[in-house]
């Protein structure tokens, strides 16, 4: 709203640009947009600008608002002043209330009304001349305050030397304020001791609140996963399972330990490649199958149990994309159970790398007898 009656029969003036400069004074409204904004003549009502930053040069007889990442005020506001940006500087006198949201608000002037300011850092040189309240982490005094300060601050709070307080000093903090003796608190002090930091109790229980969101997060992700690869590539899956049924209990250990011997012989051979120059390449390749093998040896695992349990109480052999989510679910829960549960999991983890290595060997050096087996 205007500020003042003749504000109001005044005509307003609208301005945008990429950089904007207004050197003519106006009698009613100025609205400004830009990505730099310089107010450099009087206003004789309210000033409204938005930007990347905003220089106000010349006396506001009305109101200021406005919104920018840098804003500076460097002449007097006959009203109110509120903004909000990251950083808010204010160097003359306000006659009315001041009203400030940014990352740091430094205000050298002197408010005229009531002063509310939620920062990081706060600082105030020149006292206010109504109640204030600061809501921020660090928080400077100084100058000649009319009324209450309210101040909740989760760092440090100190009011600079002879600064004087006519009404009452309420802060919260997590320590002491720094007050020097010099300085005067009419009204007194109120200290609320408040740390920030959890204590033992509710560090545990965040503890176990993120560890069960984690925990959440990754069998999400394993039983998604599962589930696209069962559903893209069914023709493997139904491999994998038809293998493992087939072999005997001995071609089963001998499988598994082909998958243990993979997943330990490996990064020791590309180690030894990487040694030599010629052989820095080769490791390279290398090491980016391996991590391939063991990400599909892992979700291979619970698709594998989902087939196999889908084939011994559904009676079914084709393997659909449910099945890999129901055996990586099955095999999430089986890895809560203590020392057991892991050595089934890497049971099955090492027995899905064995045949999915073989699998792949016969594929990259196929022999007559295997050209028409499904992959």
């Given at each position: 709203?205007?500020?003042?009656?003749?504000?109001?029969?005044?005509?307003?003036?609208?301005?945008?640009?990429?950089?904007?400069?207004?050197?003519?004074?106006?009698?009613?409204?100025?609205?400004?947009?830009?990505?730099?904004?310089?107010?450099?003549?009087?206003?004789?009502?309210?000033?409204?600008?938005?930007?990347?930053?905003?220089?106000?040069?010349?006396?506001?007889?009305?109101?200021?608002?406005?919104?920018?990442?840098?804003?500076?005020?460097?002449?007097?506001?006959?009203?109110?002043?509120?903004?909000?940006g990251g950083s808010v500087t204010v160097e003359e006198s306000v006659s009315g209330d001041l009203v400030a949201f940014g990352f740091t608000v430094?205000?050298?002037?002197?408010?005229?009304?009531?002063?509310?300011?939620?920062?990081?850092?706060?600082?105030?040189?020149?006292?206010?001349?109504?109640?204030?309240?600061?809501?921020?982490?660090?928080?400077?005094?100084?100058?000649?305050?009319?009324?209450?300060?309210?101040?909740?601050?989760?760092?440090?709070?100190?009011?600079?030397?002879?600064?004087?307080?006519?009404?009452?000093?309420?802060?919260e903090a997590p320590e002491d304020a720094i007050i020097p003796a010099s300085a005067t608190i009419r009204g007194g002090v109120t200290y609320t001791?408040?740390?920030?930091?959890?204590?033992?109790?509710?560090?545990?229980?965040?503890?176990?609140?993120?560890?069960?969101?984690?925990?959440?997060?990754?069998?999400?992700?394993?039983?998604?996963?599962?589930?696209?690869?069962?559903?893209?590539?069914?023709?493997?899956?139904?491999?994998?399972?038809?293998?493992?049924?087939?072999?005997?209990?001995?071609?089963?250990?001998?499988?598994?330990?082909?998958?243990?011997?993979?997943?330990?012989?490996?990064?020791?051979?590309?180690?030894?490649?990487?040694?030599?120059?010629?052989?820095?390449?080769?490791?390279?390749?290398?090491?980016?199958?391996?991590?391939?093998?063991?990400?599909?040896?892992?979700?291979?695992?619970?698709?594998?149990?989902?087939?196999?349990?889908?084939?011994?109480?559904?009676?079914?052999?084709?393997?659909?994309?449910?099945?890999?989510?129901?055996?990586?679910?099955?095999?999430?829960?089986?890895?809560?159970?203590?020392?057991?549960?892991?050595?089934?999991?890497?049971?099955?983890?090492?027995?899905?790398?064995?045949?999915?290595?073989?699998?792949?060997?016969?594929?990259?050096?196929?022999?007559?007898?295997?050209?028409?087996?499904?992959?």
């Amino acid at each position: 709203m205007p500020a003042s009656s003749y504000a109001m029969y005044a005509p307003a003036s609208f301005s945008a640009a990429q950089s904007l400069i207004s050197a003519s004074s106006s009698p009613g409204n100025v609205y400004a947009a830009g990505a730099s904004v310089v107010i450099t003549a009087p206003v004789g009502g309210d000033l409204s600008a938005c930007g990347g930053s905003v220089i106000t040069a010349a006396p506001i007889s009305g109101d200021e608002l406005l919104f920018a990442g840098s804003i500076r005020s460097r002449a007097r506001v006959g009203g109110d002043f509120r903004a909000a940006g990251g950083s808010v500087t204010v160097e003359e006198s306000v006659s009315g209330d001041l009203v400030a949201f940014g990352f740091t608000v430094y205000d050298s002037g002197r408010a005229g009304g009531s002063v509310f300011i939620v920062a990081a850092d706060t600082t105030l040189t020149n006292g206010a001349g109504g109640p204030v309240t600061i809501y921020g982490n660090n928080i400077s005094l100084a100058g000649n305050f009319a009324g209450d300060i309210t101040v909740i601050a989760s760092g440090r709070v100190s009011l600079s030397a002879g600064t004087t307080v006519e009404g009452k000093l309420s802060y919260e903090a997590p320590e002491d304020a720094i007050i020097p003796a010099s300085a005067t608190i009419r009204g007194g002090v109120t200290y609320t001791n408040a740390s920030y930091l959890p204590d033992v109790g509710t560090s545990r229980v965040l503890s176990f609140i993120s560890m069960g969101i984690f925990l959440f997060v990754r069998v999400l992700g394993a039983l998604i996963l599962a589930g696209l690869l069962a559903g893209l590539f069914p023709r493997l899956a139904e491999t994998l399972t038809k293998r493992t049924t087939t072999m005997r209990p001995s071609s089963i250990l001998l499988t598994a330990l082909l998958g243990f011997a993979v997943f330990v012989v490996t990064p020791i051979l590309s180690l030894l490649l990487a040694l030599t120059f010629v052989g820095i390449g080769l490791a390279l390749l290398l090491l980016i199958a391996y991590a391939l093998i063991v990400f599909l040896s892992l979700l291979y695992a619970g698709i594998l149990l989902g087939s196999l349990i889908a084939q011994r109480f559904m009676h079914r052999d084709s393997i659909f994309w449910h099945d890999g989510v129901l055996g990586m679910l099955i095999l999430s829960l089986i890895t809560l159970v203590p020392y057991i549960g892991l050595i089934i999991v890497f049971f099955f983890t090492v027995l899905s790398a064995g045949i999915l290595s073989m699998i792949f060997f016969r594929f990259a050096f196929p022999h007559e007898e295997h050209t028409s087996e499904p992959l």
